[in-house]
């Protein structure tokens, strides 16, 4: 086997432990270093042996990494270290602002072309796998329509909005694909349907000794933006039944395209994700179009990439006969 | 808009109605001619105004077509007109035999690098769609098996066989996968599954008049090869009922790629068809595909292509900064 690609993670939270726990499955990458703008040493890695980095000594490293994953938020982390680090490094990112993603895009192609590197954004499920099958849907079936719902999945504003309200002790918030909203789409009716018609809201609350469930009940559906719109559900479990059954963090949803050919056949593509953990699917895909981004920066490829621009080959180990022998 | 892209068909039964109704939903595209083996007068099309010719003619027109979509079968057509039409021809097809994918590849690359044309092979939904998501899925999630299903689909090979026994007016039979495999491979369980194992035969029939129903299904669901290893059904149903429930093309499946990350969370993936008619939902395929393939081409790419080598934008009609901003 060729030498392992050599990559870095750039943040280290639930994301940044997901890429070292990906990267311990994929045997042609190696994890070499992890930057941090914490204090490295007060760092501690899942299972790894390899040094923990101040963020502010980057740049000395750009010659020990072939790829730079980028693990921080969308929302102040990435606008500022994915340009900036693009000047040294290949990357790949989560980014996942939907409003601001040509913005994006301009800010991360200036310097990587520049510095002739690689950077691969806005990779994981939604956007990313979900993109991807949004777009498969509308070319494949040019007359539909296409829907995506998210869910089961943790909310973690909800969830402190539910923790809020005087008398809960403990809570979790899950959001919900509709069933009913499934069933039409499903059945090909394309219907209209708002976010909020596709999706209720799923509580589980333990109450404060004394609280009374009716009242917290009452307080948490009619809270306004949060759950008064929408069907919203709230369930009371004991503290063993809460630890037990609501401290991971899954996610998930569909991508449906309905569509009709011909003299009016129904034609429907489905696309589901059940994941038991949210961070660790992310970095999962993360670290398969890291293999990507690596080969096209290797093929002389310059600037920022999505998801669109990446042939799915680029993503697996196998070659192309190995490929086409066994997957096609 | 620019011009529109010329497409012809080559071969018209099935699949080449199927592509003609797709390119109608495809204004960017444009049919310009449909060749086929037989005399060309005797051809009629769905609602095309545009020529006929005689597949012996095809070389006269190799500067009026940007691509051929070519629609004949894999046993005996595909292996001959493909690396015959990769010479003249940018061309697109549906070769679906799994066994012999890279023989064909080779035998399609060699014609189209050496007169300069791009070979796009094994396209629609398996090959095609499932293929990559089984890319896909075992990209993403290292490690963890794949599982792909067929049907609810219809088996002319079984509805012949159906149609043979004594007693049966009327026959067809249907390949759907096992609810119990599907709930278990849902489930995470990873089961090793045969094919046999993760599908059910179900038959619909007319009988002649006096046949007896119990003699008729014993015989159907006990013939050796067709129905005796698997779990067989046999519905009976009049000819009404026949006429009208049972003369559509529909087939679909799912694959499911069942991962573990991190400390053995479950992830799984899942994408799955349901389609109104078999060979309209191919044709669609085609069509995207030859959008892809005219792009390829123009950036003077050559050779033989598969699903794999392909970016997933190139088969949208929008342009990279929309596909981010609408689909991203």
Known sequence: ?????????????????GVEAALAQNPDMQLVGVFSRRDPASVTLLNSDVPVYAMADVEQYQNDVDVMILCGGSKTDLPEQGPYLA???????????????NDYHAALDAPAQKAGHLA????????????????????????????????????????????????????VQYT?????????????????????????????????????????????VNMPHYFAEYDSVVNF????????????????????????????NKQSIEYSLTLGSNPE?????????????HRLARQGETGARSVFDVAPGLLSPKDPAQLRKELL
């Open 120 to 171: 691969m954004m806005s990779v994981g499920w939604d956007p990313g796998l979900f993109s991807l099958n949004r777009a498969f849907g509308e070319a494949v079936l040019a007359e539909g329509k296409t829907y995506s719902f998210w869910g089961k999945g943790l909310s973690q504003g909800h969830s402190q909005a539910v923790r809020s309200v005087e008398g809960v002790k403990k809570g």
């Open 237 to 264: 479990i004991d503290d063993d039944t809460f630890a037990r059954e609501h401290s991971d963090m899954p996610h998930g949803g569909f991508v449906i395209r309905s569509g009709l050919t011909g003299a009016g």
């Open 281 to 293: 699917f992310t970095a999962s895909a993360l670290v398969a179009y890291t293999r990507a981004a």
């Open 1 to 17: 086997m060729a030498n392992p690609i050599r990559v870095a993670i750039a943040g280290y939270g639930n994301l940044g432990r």
């Open 87 to 101: 000047q040294f490094f290949n990357t790949v990112d989560s980014f996942d602002t939907h409003a601001t993603v």
């Open 176 to 220: 919900l694909p509709s069933e009913d909203a499934i069933a039409r789409v499903r059945n090909g009716e394309q219907p209209e349907l708002s976010t909020r018609e596709k999706h209720v809201r799923e509580c589980y609350v333990v109450l404060e000794d004394g609280a009374d469930a009716d009242t917290v009940r009452e307080t948490i």
